[in-house]
């Protein structure tokens, strides 16, 4: 069988798995705001009708600096683009031909995006339960690599990784010569995130990638941006194909950067429905990654292969993610988003059933 290598789209699942799609169904594969877009888009999207008879600007100029203005650095330290996956895809091409380390587990499309420019590529394997990053043992590792992936907040696992050890992973990078490539796709779910781009002004090879879809739930109109220092940003910029970003996603995103109460309403739900999730889980006797954000890796630890609670999931209209193409879990965990109330609740209606089953 072959999985699909994403979460979301479901029909491609269970296409995989020769079953039919349930009508009612949640999918907790997605790691989405499940507040749904901020109600300004809703409000003013008859507005946005008229930008589609002219061309967008090319460079997305108000919304970069809009977003130069809330990060303190220059607009021409930005770059948009079509979602994280066209600016992953970006620096793919800027690394053809060179030494890629990912810590791992980890997003996917890093890899595939270097094998695809011809990358050779090796992983800092994180262990299970714990997934601590130890700078001493990665730094081992270095002379041998021209850039260096990280995800914090870390897709799968949810675990952030603080300032002060990303820190000492800037300075050791810059000392070896070693692109630091940070994705903080999912950043703005954080309570606790202490902001460190300001370093792009000190560490000219520290690249920080960021995704609008997640928080502001619009990943159907593809939003997201890199900082780095200009040179890094010029030489992205040339690989960009032209007229990538589309007119109704760059005002969505203005819009969605003036939407700050919505996003201090959607990390104090994210963060009462994890816990109220993982007390759960604690009580049925399963294992959860140390998530700060709103998605976590689930496991029964009395079964290694999580595939016979994702398919008992998977009948009852949850969709979890499976962990199959993520190196180091291979099946051992599930990944699920923290979704509403309601959602949630039916999901631990379903683990109940699966742990008091005959």
Not at 297 to 316: A, C, E, G, N, V
Request: charge should be negative; charged fraction near 25%; hydrophobic fraction near 40%.
């Amino acid at each position: 069988m072959i999985w699909p290598a994403h979460g979301s789209n479901p029909q491609y699942l269970f296409d995989a798995l020769q079953i039919s799609l349930p009508k009612k169904r949640i999918d907790f594969s997605a790691n989405i705001n499940p507040k749904g877009p901020p109600p300004i888009l809703k409000e003013k999207w008859g507005e946005l009708f008229s930008s589609v008879s002219d061309y967008p600007d090319p460079q997305g100029k108000k919304l970069r600096r809009k977003l130069a203005k809330k990060e303190k650095i220059a607009e021409e330290q930005i770059l948009l683009g079509n979602g994280g996956a066209e600016l992953i895809a970006l620096i793919g091409r800027m690394l053809a031909g060179k030494r890629a380390l990912i810590v791992q587990p980890a997003f996917s499309e890093y890899e595939e995006s270097c094998r695809i420019n011809g990358c050779t590529i090796e992983y800092h394997q994180l262990t299970s339960n714990e997934w601590a990053l130890h700078i001493e043992d990665l730094a081992e590792k270095l002379p041998h690599t021209d850039a260096l992936f990280l995800c914090n907040p870390c897709n799968p696992t949810g675990i952030y990784y603080s300032k002060s050890l990303l820190i000492k992973l800037m300075k050791e990078c810059h000392r070896q010569e070693t692109l630091l490539i940070i994705d903080e796709a999912f950043y703005d779910f954080l309570s606790e995130y202490e902001s460190i781009v300001p370093f792009i002004k000190e560490y000219p090879n520290l690249l920080i990638i960021r995704s609008m879809t997640k928080m502001f739930a619009i990943p159907g109109l593809r939003l997201g941006y890199v900082m780095a220092a200009k040179p890094v940003i010029d030489q992205l910029e040339s690989f960009q194909p032209h007229w990538s970003m589309n007119a109704i996603a760059l005002q969505a995103g203005e819009w969605c950067l003036d939407s700050e109460s919505y996003v201090e309403e959607t990390i104090e739900l994210i963060n009462t429905e994890r816990e109220r999730l993982f007390d759960f889980y604690r009580q049925m006797k399963f294992i959860v990654s140390p998530s700060r954000i709103n998605f976590y890796l689930l496991k029964d630890p009395f079964i290694r292969s999580q595939l016979p609670l994702f398919q008992f999931l998977i009948t009852k209209g949850l969709i979890p993610r499976h962990t199959m193409n993520f190196p180091g879990l291979e099946g051992e965990w599930l990944r699920l988003a923290v979704k509403g109330p309601e959602e949630n609740d039916q999901l631990m209606g379903a683990i109940e059933e699966w742990r008091n089953r005959p």
